[in-house]
């Protein structure tokens, strides 16, 4: 997930905005992915979507992967995507000052966040 991380040392005490692995718990830096589920469920039904995850390419995120495929069956319709951490970063950043509203070239959907059981509680296992 995208979290602060609490230093302290020279030049002052701060809090430093990361992304840290889901499963390992680590600073994700360079090679990472995040990744997400969304439901589109049946016609007439609003799309759901989980908050976003982060994890190291590999093992890591393998077995986010599968911790989010019990927390969002594909039996129920969710799938899951990502993204690499560098590509999401470059689009979010791009998004912090254009407004969706403003677009008129297409259209963004809402969607409803369904949030998982946490995977800080008992963490996504490398298999
Ligand atoms: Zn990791």
Redesign the pocket.
């Known amino acids: 997930m995208i979290e602060y991380v609490p230093y302290s040392g020279e030049p002052e005490a701060m809090n430093c905005p990361a992304v840290i692995?889901d499963?390992?718990r680590?600073q994700?830096v360079g090679q990472g992915n995040v990744i997400w589920c969304i439901r589109a469920g049946e016609k007439g039904e609003q799309r759901q979507i989980s908050p976003i995850f982060a994890?190291?390419k590999g093992r890591?995120d393998r077995a986010l992967e599968l911790w989010l495929r019990g927390q969002y069956p594909i039996d129920d319709h969710w799938i899951n995507l990502w993204e690499e951490v560098e590509v999401f970063m470059k689009q979010f950043n791009n998004n912090v000052s254009r407004s969706f509203d403003e677009d008129p070239q297409g259209e963004y959907h809402q969607t409803i966040v369904k949030m998982p059981g946490s995977p800080h509680d008992e963490l996504p296992q490398i298999s």
């Open positions: 692995c499963t390992c680590k994700v994890a190291h890591c």
